[in-house]
């Protein structure tokens, strides 16, 4: 076979390499499989293994033997590789002050929040989705997106100098909006659901050459999410953790994470070990989280009401293998609401210095529960995956904060200001010691 093809994954008729992401003769989704023996030929002759990859660039094509690339690609971004870091402070506060201590030397966070150039994980998916593109010559890229696809794409697409059609729901964020808009993407609001827009698109796809990062495309894109899991690896000291937590809206990133894991096992870059995978979800639009609770093996589609926007997909593309990755690992999946959501925006930045965006609450809240649940226990390696930027969803705490009246700029006023306003008396007391 060539390093890499689309293979059907129920029926495993092979497809070839096309935008193309169902299987004709079955109606299954494609997936990309690997020459993996010619893979294992580079690591036995030295050219790719744990020390080769580390004197890599720090960013996600130090990957590229495990990635859909095509021949002689010369990566013009350089994506990923973002911190992976230990979060005691938070810790503390999601497993309770009996293990507090446990915990704090046990869970890290994974921040794709700061991932370039568009602040989300979704920038992982789209380098390689655009790489395939140019391949097969679309000059023309497009998407449908909850938010931060469209950012991607839009910023991307710029970068290569191709045109770039990006489909929304009409209620998305109005960061996400302008921050497609800048990159002189044509943006296509459509009133209804994610759902509904992403219907659309497949239509369009029919109609146009166009490159569909999250259509016809898909298998492509969706290898990019394997990254975070290489990178989580590599950071923990080519370890695989006990447990991680993931959102989800297609639930695509979640198996990716899961692929990544198994393919270095496979090929002995870490120790094979049994890896927990958590799915969190906005309680608003739960179709996988509430199918993993009851038992069911197949997802029942929901009409989205949350303000996790970048998560409100009722009827995920993924969501039958998610449940499957799920099951199969021994984990769990939880969500929250939203107002848990804002709570644990507030909780992380407060902890541990991150602003992330409402996906990351989701995130966050979900491994509170989980931990509390003693789904999670504190002495397990755990990494929750921080996927986005708080910057893009700002309007969700409109209103949590008060906007300070301005004072003179007199000390006095100072003084003033300080009395009025502080009425704890350690505070006013700390204030008058220092003066
Ligand atoms: C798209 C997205 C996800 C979920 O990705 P899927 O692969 O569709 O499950 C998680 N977090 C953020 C911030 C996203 O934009
Ligand atoms: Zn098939």
Redesign the pocket.
């Known amino acids: 076979m060539a390093q890499y093809e689309l293979r059907c994954r129920e029926c495993g008729r092979s497809w070839g390499n096309q935008p193309r992401s169902i299987c004709d003769e079955c109606f299954s989704p494609l997936e990309i499989t690997y020459d993996y023996d010619s893979i294992l030929a580079s690591i036995a002759q030295g050219t790719f293994s744990r020390e080769r990859v580390a004197q890599r660039p720090p960013n996600m094509w130090r990957y590229s033997e495990l990635l859909p690339l095509p021949a002689g690609f010369e990566p013009r971004l350089p994506v990923g590789f973002t911190p992976l870091f230990q979060a005691p402070r938070l810790a503390a506060r999601l497993a309770g002050n009996g293990d507090a201590k446990t915990a704090a030397d046990h869970l890290y966070l994974k921040n794709d929040a700061v991932c370039l150039p568009t602040l989300?994980?979704?920038d992982r998916v789209v380098a390689v989705a655009l790489a395939q593109a140019q391949a097969f010559g679309f000059d023309t890229v497009a998407c449908s997106s909850?938010?931060?696809?469209a950012n991607a794409v839009a910023a991307h697409a710029a970068r290569l100098g191709l045109k770039a059609w990006i489909f929304i729901p009409s209620d998305l964020e109005p960061a996400k909006i302008l921050g497609t808009q800048v990159f002189g993407a044509n943006v296509v609001r459509i009133a209804g659901n994610y759902d509904q827009v992403n219907r659309l698109c497949s239509q369009i796809a029919e109609e146009r050459r166009w490159g569909f990062v999250n259509v016809n495309l898909r298998p492509y894109y969706a290898e990019g999410?394997k990254t975070v899991g290489f990178e989580i690896a590599e950071q923990l000291g080519w370890r695989l953790p006990d447990n991680v937590v993931v959102?989800?809206?297609?639930?695509?990133?979640?198996t990716k994470i899961k692929k990544a894991f198994d393919e270095l096992g496979k090929l002995g870059l870490v120790e094979e070990k049994p890896v927990k995978f958590f799915g969190a979800q906005a309680t608003g639009c739960s179709p996988i989280s509430t199918a993993v609770k009851t038992g069911s093996a197949e997802i029942e589609p929901q009409k989205p009401a949350t303000i996790a926007r970048?998560?409100a997909?009722g009827n995920p593309a993924d969501g039958h293998y998610a449940i499957r990755t799920i099951k199969h690992s021994g984990g769990w999946s939880e969500d929250v609401s939203d107002p848990e959501v804002i709570d644990s925006i507030r909780l992380l930045a407060e902890t541990e210095g991150i602003f992330t965006?409402t996906?990351g609450g989701v995130t966050v809240g979900t491994a509170g529960k989980l931990y509390r649940q003693d789904r999670i226990l504190p002495e397990e390696t755990t990494v929750l995956c921080i996927?986005?930027n708080g910057l893009k969803t700002t309007d969700v705490l409109a209103g949590v904060y008060e906007i300070e009246r301005p004072i003179a700029p007199k000390l006095a006023e100072f003084e003033k200001y300080l009395h009025e306003t502080l009425d704890t008396v350690e505070v006013a007391q700390e204030a008058t010691v220092g003066a």
């Open positions: 989300s994980f979704k909850t938010g931060n696809l999410s959102p989800m809206a297609g639930g695509s990133l979640i970048s998560l997909i965006e996906a996927t986005g």
